[in-house]
């Protein structure tokens, strides 16, 4: 039978200096997967590139799986930082302009390092963080449907959770095969495009 590979870090980083490794070997991390993938992301070569020895390296993670599984939640950390205040932000604002603001964030927030993106996105699976990512899916399917319960005078669906579920997933469809497919910076008048036309269909479909 397979190992199963350890995806959790061996301890905290609780100095400055030892953070600053941390950061270090994460970042490092990040750069070899977006360059020269996964396989080739050695804990020796990560050392390498994040200047500490493969000592310290191994005295805060056991392998490679478990960095990048912290570049992960690094990135998702990225991404709620932009999608969970755009909620309160348009808690009082009618659908049009609350769905138009929703889907510019969902853009955005898959705009943060594309090539990144597209690259953890293929390794979540094998470092545990499924589970994460189908609750942040959840998390966002219910600030949704709360939103639009608050608004259910705009609305002719009856629904709310079916409408949460394909409003949501029209938008993080869109803005992941708009953004990933090129895997680099959209022009920005493709953008205010794509944010037309996806809010369009959506608050067509709401409205």
Known sequence: MARKPLTKPRKA????RSRATVDAL??????ILVKEGFDKASTNRIAEQAGVSIGSLY???PGKEALVAAVIDRHNEEIMRLVLPAF????MLPVEIGVRRLVAVAIEAHRIDPRLHSVLAEQIPRTGRLADVEAFGRQTYALFRTYLAAHSDELRVA????AAFVAVTTIEALAHTAVLSSQKMLPDQTVRTLVDETTRLVVGYLT
Do not use: K, N, P
């Not at 994460?26 to 750069?31: C, D």
């Not at 309160?88 to 808690?91: K, L, M, T, V, Y």
């Open 59 to 61: 005295q805060y993670y």
């Open 159 to 162: 629904d709310l959770d079916m």
């Open 26 to 31: 994460v970042e490092a991390t990040a750069r």
């Open 13 to 16: 980083a609780a100095q400055d």
């Open 88 to 91: 309160a932000e348009i808690d």
